[in-house]
C-alpha cells in the first residue's frame, strides 16, 4: 500500500530509473544549459538528505528550505518527507539589501515553524552566515548546502515510519488579506489531493503514454503551492517528466513559456491570469511562426481571478499555432485544502455565464463569469451563508465551504484560527467543512468564483464585488494593465486627509459592513498604467469614474494612477487590496506623474 510520495519514488526509481524526473533550463531558454536528474538520481540524492537529517536526529522537526530555482530545491524538499521531516519551503533573500521583505518573511517562518535546521543552496547558506546581525535567530539553527552532502550518506538511510496523518510539510500561505499562517498538509492530504489533480486533468495511464510521459512545463515559483503540488509533485505522483525554468526568466521573457511548451510538448501546463496576458503582451509575428502548442491538452488559470477577455484574446491570438480553447483549463484551489479543489473537464471549453441583461456589465461578452469547474471526486463544494452557517440555493452567492481528504489539518500552532477555518458544520451535512473565505455560487454543479469575503465593499447596504469595479476599470480604457487595478473603500473622513490613516489601516479591521453616503464608505480605484500614458491621465481618470458610475451606480471618491509594478501581489499574483489600501492611505503608492506642460 502506498503511504506517501516517498513510496512512490522509491518504486519509480525501481521501475524505471533511467527516466527523467525532472530537466531545469539554467538559463530559461531550450537552447541553453539544461540540467537533468533522473529517477534513480533523484532518489539517491533524496536519500543522502534524508540520512543526514535522520543521523541528526531531526525526525519530526521543522526544516526551512530556502533555494534558489532549481533542480536542488526537489531534492531537499524530498529528503525532508523521506526523512519524516517537515519541510517549510521560504524565499531565499536575495537582491539590494537582501529583499527586506524576504528577510522579514524568513524571520517570521522561522519563528512560527520554530526551524531547526536551514537547507539550501551554496549561495543562500553563504549569504546566511553573513546575516547573524539581522538575524540573531540563525546563530542556533544548524544551515547546510545539500550540493555538499556526499552521495554516500544514502546508504545510512532507513525508511520513516509515515502514516496518512504524519505531517509532510508546512505550506505557508500568500497571505493576500492576512499575515501568513502555516498550513499543516499530512502525506494524507498530499496523496489525496495528488489524486484530485491526475483525476481532473486528465493524467491518465493513456496519457502519460501518448506523452511519452511528459506531463509539464513549469515557471512557477516551486515554494508556493500552486508551482509545488502540481508541476513539481504531481510529476513524482505519475512518475512523469516535467520541465522547469524559473519564474524570474519568465518574467523576463514571457514568450520562453510558450517556446519550452512548442519544444517539450506537455500536456498542462499554465499560471494565474496574467502569466497568459504577459504572453499575450509578447506575442509577435516571430514568435508565432515558430510556436506548435497543438499538444497542450490542458492550460490551467488559477490563483486569480480569471477573465473572459484573456481567454479570448489567447485563443484568437495563439490559433494559429495550434492552441485550442478546449485547452483553456480555470480551476480553484486553496493551500488550506493541499492546493485543487475544482476544476475543468479535459477536452471541453470553459462554461462562461454571460452577464445579466439588467447588470453593471450587460451585454459585454469579456465581462462573462467564468466557471472554475467541478469539484474533485470525493471532495464536497457547499455555499454557505458565513453567518448563518447554513447552505445557500443554487445560484445564490455565499462563502466557499470544501469538505475532504485533502483538507489539511489546520493552522500550525494555531488552535483558535483551526478552528474558526477548518471546523466549520453545516446544516443538512456530515462531517466537518473548511471555510475558504471565498466568495461564489454553483450553477449545475460548476464553482463560480466571484471575490474574497474580507475584500467585499457595502455602500448603501448594497454589496458590492472588487474585481467587478477592477474588470469595470480595465475595460474602460485601454492604457490599464490587466490583472493591475485595485478596488476597495476608505471611509469618507480618512480620505479627506490623504495620509494620515496609515496606522488604522493596519488594524486588520473589514472595511464592509458601513452605510455609505457622506459619512460611510466610498469607493476607491488604484490602477496601475503604462509611463507613456501620463499625459492622458485626466482623461483616464475620468473615464474610470464615469464608467464605474454607469456600471455599478457609484461615486467613486478617488482614482489614483500608479507605476507599473506598484500593487502588492501574493506569490500568485492575487492583488492584496488591504495592502494597497493601507499603501493608499498612508501616502506611499508611486502615483505617476503626469508631464509638466509649458
Not at 540540467?35 to 536526529?57: C, F, K, M
Not at 471618491?557 to 492611505?585: C, M, N
Not at 506611499?588 to 506642460?597: G, K, S
Request: charged share 20%; glycine share 10%; hydrophobic share 40%.
Amino acid at each position: 500500500m502506498v503511504r506517501s510520495l516517498v513510496d512512490l519514488l522509491t518504486k519509480h526509481a525501481a521501475h524505471h530509473p533511467d527516466r527523467t524526473a525532472y530537466r531545469y533550463l539554467a538559463t530559461g531558454d531550450c537552447d541553453g544549459e539544461i540540467q537533468e536528474i533522473s529517477y534513480a538520481r533523484l532518489t539517491d540524492r533524496s536519500h543522502a538528505v534524508a540520512a543526514w537529517l535522520q543521523e541528526r536526529g531531526l525526525a519530526g522537526s521543522r526544516a526551512m528550505l530556502l533555494y534558489p530555482p532549481g533542480l536542488e530545491f526537489i531534492c531537499g524538499y524530498l529528503g525532508c518527507l523521506s526523512a519524516g521531516v517537515v519541510a517549510v519551503p521560504g524565499v531565499p533573500p536575495q537582491g539590494r539589501s537582501q529583499n527586506h521583505r524576504a528577510l522579514t518573511r524568513m524571520k517570521r517562518l522561522i519563528a512560527d515553524a520554530d526551524a531547526k535546521v536551514i537547507l539550501g543552496g551554496r549561495e543562500v547558506i553563504t549569504a546566511l552566515s553573513g546575516m547573524v546581525e539581522h538575524l540573531p535567530e540563525l546563530a542556533d539553527i544548524t544551515c547546510v548546502a545539500t550540493e555538499d552532502i556526499p552521495d554516500e550518506a544514502a546508504a545510512a538511510w532507513h525508511e520513516p515510519d509515515l502514516t496518512a496523518d504524519s505531517v509532510a510539510f508546512l505550506q505557508y500561505t500568500s497571505g493576500s488579506t492576512s499575515a501568513p499562517r502555516g498550513v499543516v498538509v499530512t502525506h494524507g492530504n498530499l496523496l489525496d489531493n495528488e489524486r484530485v489533480i491526475t483525476e481532473r486533468m486528465g493524467h491518465t495511464p493513456d496519457a502519460l503514454a501518448e506523452y511519452d510521459h511528459e506531463m509539464f512545463v513549469s515557471w512557477l515559483p516551486v515554494y508556493h503551492d500552486m508551482g509545488l503540488i502540481g508541476p513539481v509533485l504531481n510529476t513524482v505522483h505519475l512518475g512523469a517528466t516535467a520541465t522547469l525554468f524559473s519564474p524570474l526568466h519568465f518574467l523576463q521573457q514571457p514568450q520562453r513559456w510558450l517556446t519550452a511548451i512548442s519544444r517539450y510538448r506537455p500536456h498542462t501546463s499554465g499560471g494565474p491570469n496574467f502569466a497568459y496576458e504577459l504572453a499575450l503582451k509578447h506575442a509577435g509575428p516571430g514568435l508565432l511562426d515558430g510556436l506548435d502548442l497543438s499538444s497542450w491538452r490542458v492550460a490551467f488559470n488559477g490563483a486569480e481571478p480569471v477573465r473572459a477577455a484573456t481567454l479570448r484574446r489567447f485563443t484568437e491570438t495563439f490559433a494559429p499555432a495550434g492552441f485550442r480553447r478546449e485547452a483553456l483549463y480555470p480551476c480553484y484551489g486553496l493551500a488550506e485544502a493541499t492546493l485543487m479543489v475544482t476544476g475543468g473537464t479535459v477536452h471541453t471549453p470553459p462554461t462562461l455565464l454571460q452577464a445579466p441583461e439588467t447588470g453593471p456589465h450587460a451585454g459585454r461578452t469579456d465581462a462573462a463569469a467564468v466557471s472554475s469547474g467541478r469539484p474533485g471526486a470525493d471532495l464536497t463544494v457547499a455555499i454557505a451563508d458565513p453567518e448563518r452557517h447554513e447552505e445557500l440555493p443554487e445560484g445564490d452567492v455565499g462563502e466557499i465551504w470544501v469538505r475532504g481528504a485533502s483538507v489539511a489539518k489546520g493552522y500550525w500552532r494555531n488552535a483558535l484560527a483551526t478552528r474558526e477555518t477548518f471546523r466549520a458544520t453545516l446544516a443538512g451535512h456530515e462531517g466537518r467543512f473548511l471555510r475558504t473565505g471565498d466568495l461564489g455560487f454553483l450553477r449545475d454543479g460548476e464553482l463560480f468564483v466571484t471575490g474574497r469575503l474580507k475584500d467585499l465593499i457595502v455602500i448603501d447596504g448594497r454589496n458590492h464585488y472588487p474585481q467587478d469595479l477592477e474588470l469595470t476599470a480595465e475595460m474602460s480604457h485601454p492604457a490599464l494593465r490587466p490583472g493591475c487595478t485595485a478596488a476597495f473603500s476608505v471611509e469618507a473622513a480618512e480620505s479627506g486627509e490623504f495620509g494620515e490613516f496609515g496606522e488604522s489601516a493596519e488594524s486588520g479591521e473589514s472595511v464592509a459592513g458601513h452605510d455609505g453616503g457622506a459619512g460611510g464608505e466610498q469607493p476607491v480605484v488604484v490602477a496601475e498604467i503604462a509611463p507613456d500614458a501620463a499625459a492622458e491621465a485626466e482623461k483616464i481618470i475620468d473615464v474610470i469614474r464615469s464608467g464605474i458610475g454607469e456600471a455599478h451606480g457609484l461615486s467613486v471618491r478617488d482614482v489614483v494612477l500608479v507605476q507599473p509594478g506598484t500593487i502588492p501581489k501574493t506569490s500568485s499574483g492575487k492583488i492584496q487590496r488591504r495592502a494597497t489600501r493601507t499603501a493608499y492611505l498612508g501616502g506611499t503608492l508611486a502615483v505617476l506623474d503626469a508631464p509638466v506642460l509649458s
